[in-house]
């Protein structure tokens, strides 16, 4: 079984930083994609980044040049270091990422429990 555990989160004021963690354990052949979604009161689970095991990185607009998503596949681990927040940045946070269980190279989705960031204006 896959596990996901994300930490970081937390109050921080508009303008602020924060980075969170993910780190993927237990049986696994691989990781492709890892990824940051996040889900406002009210509003859909959206993307927010997204980075492959390559290291190409797409984000929503709505964070370009204020979020960067990385990773370290040694530690299987992704990062979202959140810079200039904004009270609108507020939401449960979750990481994803795509596992291939096996050597057969059927992927599956795997998610974190999620992390609240709330943002004060």
């Known amino acids: 079984q896959v596990q996901l555990v994300e930490s970081g989160g937390g109050l921080v004021q508009a303008g602020g930083s924060l980075r969170l963690s993910c780190a993927a354990s237990g049986r696994m052949f691989g990781i492709n994609a890892m990824g940051w979604y996040r889900q406002a009161p009210g509003k859909q689970r959206e993307l927010v980044a997204r980075i492959t095991n390559g290291g190409i990185t797409n984000y929503a607009d709505s964070v370009k040049a204020r979020f960067t998503i990385s990773r370290d596949n040694a530690k299987n681990t992704v990062y979202l270091q959140m810079s200039s927040l904004k009270p609108e940045d507020t939401a449960v946070y979750y990481c994803?990422?795509?596992?291939?269980?096996?050597?057969?190279?059927?992927?599956?989705?795997?998610w974190g429990q999620g992390t609240q960031v709330t943002v004060s204006s």
């Open positions: 994803n990422a795509a596992v291939m269980v096996t050597g057969g190279g059927t992927i599956y989705d795997y």
